[in-house]
């Protein structure tokens, strides 16, 4: 599992705090971080093999970029506005089609699309290694439902 060990909490439109944690370190941690690890562990992060930070293309009139607290799971993608609400939203990544969008198209960098079914959204990671990572982690999301498809499959015939 890759875990970015710092997460933003949004306290308000002006504040937000990056909040720093160690997860071998948890009893040393001050009460907010525990908090945050705590949450960690709820049905939504128990499945996680890639958490971290991304930028969302809104949908909005203007289009801009929005920083997510992003999440995949077993089932798709989960992304936040703040970690300890609800998410925003749960994209499926299982038979989607990942592919990278040139720089050209929105004069930024590392940016992605998934696009589902009739569903598509866009995404920025930080840096190269980060893109890398996300795609990897959607690759492993994916090859590993299709081995269980296959192994179900295989048990009915």
Excluded: C
């Amino acid at each position: 599992m890759v875990v970015e060990y710092r997460i933003k909490i949004q306290k308000d439109q002006e504040e937000a705090k990056k909040i720093e944690f160690d997860i071998s370190k948890k009893k040393q941690a001050d009460e907010q971080s525990q908090r945050i690890m705590k949450a960690l562990g709820n049905s939504n992060f128990l499945n996680a093999s890639k958490i971290g930070y991304l930028f969302k293309r809104s949908r909005s009139f203007f289009r801009s970029w929005e920083e997510k607290f992003a999440v995949v799971t077993n089932v798709g993608l989960l992304y936040y506005d703040d970690p300890n609400k609800q998410p925003q939203e749960l994209f499926p990544i299982i038979d989607s089609k990942i592919t990278k969008v040139p720089k050209e198209k929105y004069n930024r960098n590392h940016v992605f699309s998934i696009m589902s079914f009739n569903l598509e959204i866009e995404f920025a990671a930080q840096n190269e290694d980060e893109y890398d990572s996300w795609i990897k982690a959607f690759q492993e999301l994916q090859n590993e439902f299709d081995k269980r498809k296959n192994s179900q499959l295989a048990n009915i015939q």
